[in-house]
C-alpha cells in the first residue's frame, strides 16, 4: 500500500472505531432510562458508509442516509455529541431535536437531508436532490444508502429507473447484511441477489462488491465517484450485520451463535487492523487509537446528557414554515370578459414559471403539445424549455418523490400535477408519511415547498377511478395545506400563493368545474393578485340559515339559493386546511342554523369536522340539529344513472335548504 492510501486507511479505522464505539456506548445508556432506549446495531456495516463519505466533499455532495448507515455521517465530521444526544431524544441542534428515533440523520450544514422510518422512500428524494443539481449544472452528488430489505419496495425501482433515465449523479448504496429484521435474503430477493437486478436499468453502472474489505471498497469508490457525473451507479456491498436488528430485537428466534461467531471472524474492522499491521503499523498504535476514541466517545456521553429534553410547549413548533402574505385578491366586478378555470390556472403557471426560474413543473403529459389531460400546463415547454417542464414515468410516487427532493436543495420549486386524484393514492406515502412532515421532523430544518395539483371530483361519468374527492383524507395530514377552489379567480389566486409558500400545498381541481362557465367563471386576478390559505367568501348573504359547501356543491347551492331568493348566508371555505373557522362562527352566531355540503361520502368526511367543532363551541348559539349532506357510501360508480344516485342532487339540496329554514 502507498502511503497516502495507509493514511486514508488508518482515517478509514479511526472513524469506524468510533462508530463502533458509539454502539457500544448507545447500547449502555439506552438501558440507563436518560431519554431514549431504543437502539440500532451498526456493528459489520461501518467501513462502507465511512469510506464513501470520505471520497465525496463534506458540506458540498448531499446524502440521505438509512439507520444503520452512522458510519456515513461520522466519516462526514458529524458531531459525535450531537449524534449521542439524539440518541437520547435530547434538544439537539441537528438530527430532529426528539421528534424522530435515534439514527435519523439530519443536518443542513453536512447537506445531510432529513430521513423519515419508512424504508425506501429515500431512493426517489435522492433523485430528486439529483434532478436538482443536475438542472442547475453544479457537479455535486448524492449518496444514498439502504438495506436489502428495503429494496423489495416499488420506490427502489421507481428511483433507479427514473435516475437511469435522466442520467443523474446518485450513488445508490445497498447495505446487504442478508437479513431485514428476521428475514434472510433467499426470502426476500428473486435470485438472491439485488445487483443482478438492477444490472437490467440500462445506463445504471452496477457494483458488487465485499464491503468488509477496506481495498475492494476504497478501489470501487475511486471507479464509482467520477462515473457519476455521466449518470447513475450501483454499488451492492455485502456487509454483516453483527448484532440484532434493534434492542427490541431477539436474533436468536432465527440466527444460531454458530452463524454469529462465523459471520464476527470477517468483522471488517478486525480485517483492516490486520491489513495496516501488515503495512507496517504497530499494535500499540492503534490500541492508543482505541483508546483515544473510547475517551473522546466517554466525553460525548457526558456532553450530550447535558443538552436539556425538549420542552413539551413546543410540539407543535414547525408543522408549518412561516408564511403570511396580504390578500390582495380583489372583489368581484361584474366584467364581461370571464376565464374559466383552466385558463386561469394555465395563465397562473406562466405569470409564476416567468417570475422565479426555480419553479419546475411536472407530471405525466405535461410538457410539449399535449399539456396535460385537461391542458392546464399546455405550451409550458414550448414557452420555458423541457427542462422546466418535462414529463415523468407512470408513476405517481416517483412524481413526489423526487418532487420532495427537487424542493430540499434549495434550488426549486416543484410544481407538479398528478393526473387524477384518484392516482394520489400510489405515491401516498411520499406525500403522507414524507412530504407533509419534513419540516416539523426536522424540527424546521427542512421545508418543502412543493405545489401538487390534482383533479378531483364527479358529475363527469368518471366511474370510481376519475370522480374521487379526497379532502377529508388529507386533512387528516398534518402538515399539508390544502384548496378546494370553486371560481376561476380563487384557483389562479390560490396556486399563486401556493407556490410561492415555503410549505407543501395541494390544489384540489373540480374537473366538473374546469370549464363551467355560469359561476366558475370569472374576472381573471393580475399577476400580483395573491389569496393566502384560509380565508372563506361569502357567495351570498342572508340571515336565517348558514350553507358552507366548496367545488361543485357551492355552485349547486348558490342556483338553488339565487333561484328561490332564499335568505341564505352561503359559505364558500376555498380552503380545507386552514379552514375559515371564525367565518364560520359569526354567521352561525347569526342565524342559529347550519348546513354542511360535501361531494364526498357523507361519513367520516371533512365537514364532520366542522360539525363537531361547531357543536362544541357553539351549542348555545344553535336553533336547529346541524345537518350535514354528501355522497352516498359508495365508489361513485360509472352508470350516469347510478352516478346521479350516489352523488349529491340539486333536489336534495333544496329540500334540505327549505327543510332547515322552515325547522
Ligand atoms: C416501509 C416499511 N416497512 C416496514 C418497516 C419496519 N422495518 C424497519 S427496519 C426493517 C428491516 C429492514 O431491513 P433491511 O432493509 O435489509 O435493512 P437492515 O435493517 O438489515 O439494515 C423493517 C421491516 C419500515 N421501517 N418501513
Redesign the pocket.
Known amino acids: 500500500m502507498s502511503e497516502i492510501h495507509i493514511k486514508r486507511a488508518l482515517l478509514c479505522l479511526e472513524k469506524m472505531l468510533l462508530c463502533r464505539e458509539t454502539d457500544r456506548k448507545q447500547a449502555l445508556v439506552s438501558k440507563q432510562n436518560k431519554g431514549g432506549n431504543f437502539h ?1 446495531c451498526n456493528d459489520g ?1 461501518e467501513l462502507i458508509g465511512v469510506l464513501s463519505a470520505l471520497h465525496l466533499r463534506p458540506k458540498k455532495d448531499f446524502a440521505l442516509c ?3 448507515d452512522r458510519g456515513f455521517p461520522i466519516g462526514l465530521g458529524a458531531d459525535i455529541v450531537q449524534l449521542m444526544g439524539a440518541h437520547l431524544a435530547r434538544d439537539t441542534k441537528e438530527h430532529s431535536a426528539g421528534r424522530m428515533m435515534p439514527e435519523h440523520f439530519c443536518s443542513k450544514e453536512l447537506r445531510l437531508i432529513c430521513q423519515s ?5 429515500q431512493l426517489l428524494q435522492a433523485a430528486g436532490v439529483a434532478k436538482s443539481c443536475k438542472l442547475k449544472k453544479t457537479d455535486e452528488v448524492v449518496y444514498v444508502s ?6 423489495s ?1 416499488g420506490d427502489f425501482h421507481e428511483a433507479l429507473n427514473f435516475a437511469a433515465l435522466h442520467k443523474l449523479p446518485v450513488l445508490f448504496v445497498v ?7 428476521s ?1 434472510p435474503r433467499e426470502e ?1 430477493t428473486a435470485g438472491n441477489n439485488i445487483a443482478n437486478i438492477a444490472k437490467g436499468y440500462e445506463g445504471l453502472t452496477v457494483f458488487d462488491i465485499d464491503g468488509t474489505d477496506f481495498i475492494e471498497v476504497d478501489t470501487t469508490l475511486k471507479t464509482a465517484i467520477p462515473l457519476l457525473q455521466k449518470g447513475p451507479v450501483f454499488i451492492r456491498a455485502r456487509v454483516l ?1 453483527l448484532g440484532a ?2 434492542s427490541s430485537d431477539n436474533q436468536f428466534k432465527y440466527r444460531t451463535q454458530e452463524q454469529l461467531d462465523e459471520a464476527t471472524k470477517k468483522d471488517p474492522i478486525v480485517k483492516l487492523e490486520k491489513l495496516l499491521i501488515e503495512n507496517g503499523i504497530t499494535l500499540k498504535e492503534i490500541e492508543e487509537l482505541k483508546e483515544k476514541i473510547r475517551n473522546q466517545v466517554d466525553l460525548a456521553s457526558k456532553e450530550a446528557q447535558k443538552i436539556p429534553h425538549p420542552d413539551p410547549a413546543t410540539v407543535q413548533d414547525h408543522l408549518f414554515a412561516p408564511y403570511n402574505p396580504k390578500n390582495t385578491l380583489k372583489e368581484e366586478v361584474s366584467v364581461q370578459e370571464k376565464i374559466v378555470m383552466i385558463d386561469a390556472i394555465n395563465n397562473a403557471l406562466k405569470e409564476e414559471m416567468q417570475q422565479d426560474p426555480s419553479i419546475i413543473v411536472f407530471g405525466q403529459d405535461v410538457a410539449g403539445e399535449k399539456g396535460g389531460v385537461f391542458g392546464a400546463t399546455r405550451e409550458l415547454t414550448h414557452l420555458f424549455g423541457k427542462e422546466r417542464c418535462f414529463n415523468t414515468p407512470l408513476a405517481e410516487s416517483t412524481i413526489i418523490g423526487v418532487a420532495i427532493g427537487m424542493s430540499m436543495t434549495g434550488y426549486h420549486k416543484p410544481v407538479v400535477e398528478v393526473q387524477f386524484a384518484d392516482y394520489l393514492w400510489t405515491g401516498i ?1 411520499q406525500l403522507f408519511n414524507e412530504l407533509s412532515s419534513m419540516y416539523y421532523r426536522s424540527n424546521g430544518m427542512f421545508s418543502c415547498p412543493v405545489t401538487i395539483r390534482t383533479p378531483c371530483g364527479g358529475y363527469i361519468q368518471g366511474g370510481p377511478y376519475h370522480s374521487q374527492n379526497i379532502e377529508g383524507f388529507l386533512a387528516h395530514c398534518p402538515g399539508l395545506k390544502i384548496a378546494v377552489p370553486t371560481t376561476a379567480k380563487d384557483a389562479k389566486a390560490l396556486l399563486k400563493a401556493a407556490i410561492q409558500d415555503p410549505n407543501p400545498t395541494i390544489i384540489l381541481e373540480h374537473k366538473g368545474l374546469y370549464r363551467q362557465r355560469h359561476v366558475s367563471a370569472t374576472r381573471e386576478p393580475k399577476k400580483d393578485e395573491l389569496l393566502p390559505f384560509g380565508i372563506a367568501q361569502k357567495l351570498h348573504h342572508g340571515e336565517k340559515l348558514t350553507v358552507v359547501s366548496y367545488q361543485m356543491m357551492s355552485v349547486m347551492a348558490l342556483d338553488i339559493i339565487q333561484k328561490h331568493s332564499l335568505d341564505v348566508d352561503l359559505i364558500d371555505l376555498r380552503t380545507c386546511v386552514p379552514y375559515d373557522i371564525e367565518m364560520i362562527k359569526e354567521s352561525v352566531k347569526k342565524t342559529g342554523k347550519l348546513l354542511l355540503l360535501q361531494e364526498a361520502a357523507k361519513e367520516h368526511g371533512f365537514m364532520a369536522e366542522i360539525a363537531a367543532r361547531l357543536s362544541e363551541e357553539l351549542f348555545e348559539y344553535l336553533d336547529a340539529p346541524i345537518k350535514r349532506m354528501g355522497a352516498k357510501e359508495c365508489p361513485v360508480p360509472y352508470s350516469k344513472i347510478l352516478e346521479n344516485a350516489a352523488l349529491p342532487q340539486p333536489q336534495e339540496i333544496e329540500e334540505a335548504i327549505l327543510k332547515l329554514l322552515r325547522y
Do not use: F, K
Open positions: 440500532l456495516h438509512y439507520y444503520r422510518s419508512v424504508v425506501g422512500s439502504i438495506g436489502e430489505g428495503g429494496t419496495q447495505q446487504d447484511n442478508g437479513y431485514a429484521i428475514v426476500q450485520r436488528h434493534s406515502n
